[in-house]
Each structure stands twice: as structure tokens, then as C-alpha cells.
């Protein structure tokens, strides 16, 4: 069984979802030349290192459907979530990436999918305040937990979750955001990697000086 066919059956996607994911591998290949979307030596493994990595934040929030995605970059998470939520009544992703290039690809695999997304070509301290409203706010290798927090501030204190990926530094990340910030979190395994962990937060304040 190939990579692909692993991760499509393990993640129980239609028919149609898997179509509008391989549709947004090929642009990822296609763009990846020009654009450096992506590592390089990950491309190989697109489905089990960047499609599976995304597609187990919607398991960890199975009801949500309003997603604000930071720093979308390649669309990793923000633009394989809202392809494989597509078929959910209401759902809706909100892709937030200040560099302009990264947001004609992702402009264009949102055009050749129909995935349910809108492109805000914007800072992120620019456009966190409009989305107070959104379920979940996740962001995949973009800052330090403590940096995040600090932009998310506004819409995770209006109840919001925070999903936020994380690698083998998560412990030291946890310590040094804990200075600034008293924030209530599950430390969730990643189904793709036994050393990341993803921090879930449901609730955040500063810590008074």
C-alpha cells in the first residue's frame, strides 16, 4: 500500500475529498520548483508527512467548523482542512500568510478545489482581532508557543481553542511561555511523529507583573 492510499484510508476520506487532495499535492509539486513551499526532502513523503500531519487536527476538533489557519505557508494545515472539510455544511477556513507569493499558490489550490477558504494576504496582528468568532485557531511550525499566545491573545480569551503542532522542544516551549502567560492545555501525541506533540489551548491570560 503506497503512502497516499495509507493516509486516505486511515483518515476514512470520500471520494471527492481525495480527488481535491491529490489535486493539491500536484500544485504543490508543480509550485514547489519556483516557489520553496516546502522542505525539500519532505516532498517525497507529502502524504505521510504534510497531508496526515494536517488531516489529525480535525480528529482532535471533530465538531468544530470555522478554522482560522496562521502563517499558512504551503497550506499545511489551513488549506488540506479546509479540502477535506469541504463536505461539512458550514465549515470554513480562514488562511492567514503575509508573504504574497505563498498566497498566489494557495489562492490557486483554493480556486482549483473549491475547498471552503478565504486568502487574507495579511500580518497576522492585522487580522487576529476580525476573527474573534472562529472555533479553533491553529499554526504549524511558524513561532515559539510563547509568540503564538501572544498573537492569538485576542481570540483565545473570547473562546477560541489553540491547536499548535509541535516538535521535540515542545517541553522547553511550554516552560518559557509559562512566564508571560497562565494558559489551561492538553499535551496531545501526533499520529505521525512519536517526538511531536500538539499543545491544545482552551484557555489563556497574562501573568500580572
Known sequence: ?????????????????????????????????????VGPATLAEVWTRHVADALQLLALA???RTW?????????????????????????VDLVESNARKCAFLTEVVRLTGAPAHVHNARIESVIGEHRDV?????????????????????????????FPKGREV???????????????????????????IVRVTALDRVEP
Open 68 to 92: 482560522l489557519d496562521l502563517g499558512s505557508g504551503a497550506g499545511i494545515p489551513g488549506a488540506i482542512l479546509a479540502i477535506a472539510g469541504a463536505d461539512r455544511p458550514g465549515f470554513r
Open 171 to 197: 517541553e522547553a516551549e511550554l516552560t518559557e511561555a509559562a512566564r508571560r502567560w497562565r494558559f489551561v492545555y492538553d499535551l496531545l501525541p501526533s499520529q505521525t511523529d512519536s517526538a511531536a506533540r
Open 62 to 64: 471533530p465538531q468544530a
Open 1 to 37: 500500500m503506497s503512502d497516499r492510499e495509507r493516509v486516505l484510508a486511515e483518515a476514512g476520506v470520500s471520494r471527492e475529498t481525495a480527488e481535491r487532495l491529490d489535486i493539491y499535492v500536484a500544485q504543490l509539486r508543480r509550485w514547489q520548483g519556483v516557489k520553496n513551499l
Open 135 to 163: 472555533e479553533i485557531v491553529c499554526a504549524r511550525a511558524l513561532a515559539a508557543l510563547d509568540q503564538l499566545l501572544a498573537w492569538t491573545e485576542p481570540v483565545l480569551k473570547s473562546g477560541t481553542t489553540g491547536l
